[in-house]
């Protein structure tokens, strides 16, 4: 399709390849024009209908969209913003030159300014910033026949028209009904009657987060947000929702990764923003693993003069499966503290599961690897005891603590993915080796 469209435009032959376009869905006509050179998409988005410009332009990634919007003549900006959705255009506005968005919005409509201006005075990540203002509402005195004419009326314009609200007289949100049930609904009916009182809300300034954990309990398309007085200001959307469930896993990846999150796409973040993102992380475990030189320097020689030197061939061994078991553990519980299947009053449930959890997996890695120290590597009896025993005891120090820290994260308000695999793997190095050589100070009398 992308190879249709450039021919047509080699070939100058936009009539076709408008008509091609207009047949298409906007989310492909989007998908298709971003990977276009700048100056061939722009050509293309003029191409676009205003019925479906707007549409489009609300699918574009960010950087697109400031592209497209920089290169139309003010007149044909100011059309786009006036189209789009509350939410989408705030968007816009808050990742412009702020020079460019107040000479936007100086010539759009007054209800779109309005409603720009009212989204824009919310904390990022927050309900009051992702909502859109655009719904439909009801007074409880209207019959089914007047709520069903004023859908009519005005839906036109709304994000959605599926869930409709009912506010009293101070704009207080006293109930729901769905669109569904005003069509099988007598029209003398009075929606007070029928409307489904029993709301679940969030205020503006719930985070984003806890507003996707509302949409998956209850299995919402819609939810309205209310501000402190209960009186509804705006509604959240599915499509937003998928928005910023994508974020918020690319972002919990990232730190896990001890990567400092980007809201860039890789391929269009530069070289040297990736060195900004990394560079943090990766100074601090270096630093940190000095500890781990520090303690195999304390005791090498003890190893050599005791003529026990084969135990430092075991030692990148023992630290990797005790970083292993460390990162299973912790992002175990990361994602059943982001999908809030626990909290930290579970500490002790948590705890005792996965010390049953390292009993087994400890025991079963130290039989597999005594078979192998024996009969392969032809190891003594005592050096095999010492390794297979430090397995044991380093599985289990790693899942408890690969348990615990994320969970004492959580509590202290940090980001439980910060505790991820890097700093865990770190931690456990260390104690692996201190384990590793008291055991073997201990059973072959090495210190």
Known sequence: MREKIEAFIRQNEYIKLKDLLVKMNVADIAELIEELPDGELVKVFRLLPKTIAADVFSYLPTDVEQTVITSLTEKEAVQIIDDLAADDATDLCDEMPASVVKKLLAQVEPETRRDINHLLKYPDDSAGSIMTVEFVDFKRHLTVGQAIERIKKIGLDKETINVCYVLDESRKLIGTVAIRL????????????????????????????????????????????????????????????VDILEQEATEDIEKMAAIMPT????????????????????????????????????????????????????????????????????????????????????????????????????????????????????????????????????????????AILPMIAKKCGMDPAVMASPLITTVVDVLSLMIFFNIANILLGIG
């Open 263 to 402: 809201e860039e796409p890789y391929m269009k973040t530069s070289v040297f923003e990736q060195w900004k993102k990394r560079m943090p992380w990766l100074l601090i475990l270096m630093v940190s693993a000095t500890f781990t030189q520090a303690v195999i320097n304390h005791y090498q020689d003890a190893i050599i003069v005791a003529g026990y030197a084969v135990l430092t061939s075991f030692i990148p061994m023992l630290m990797d499966t005790g970083g292993n078991s460390g990162s299973q553990a912790s992002v175990s519980v990361i994602r059943s503290l982001t999908l809030g299947e626990i909290q930290f009053k579970n500490i002790f449930q948590v705890v005792w599961k996965e010390t049953q959890v390292a009993f087994w997996c400890g025991m079963t890695l130290a039989a597999c690897n005594f078979v192998k120290l024996m009969v392969v590597d032809g190891a003594t009896m005592m050096v095999s005891m010492t390794v297979c025993l430090t397995l044991i005891v380093t599985v289990f120090v790693a899942k408890i603590i690969g």
């Open 182 to 241: 005003l069509l099988l609904r007598d029209e003398h009916e009075l929606i007070g009657d029928i409307m489904h009182e029993n709301v679940i809300t969030v205020n503006t300034m719930t985070d984003q987060e806890e507003v996707a954990a509302v949409f998956k309990k209850y299995d919402f398309t819609t939810l309205p947000v209310v501000d402190n007085e209960g009186r509804l200001v705006g509604i959240v959307t599915i499509d937003d929702i």
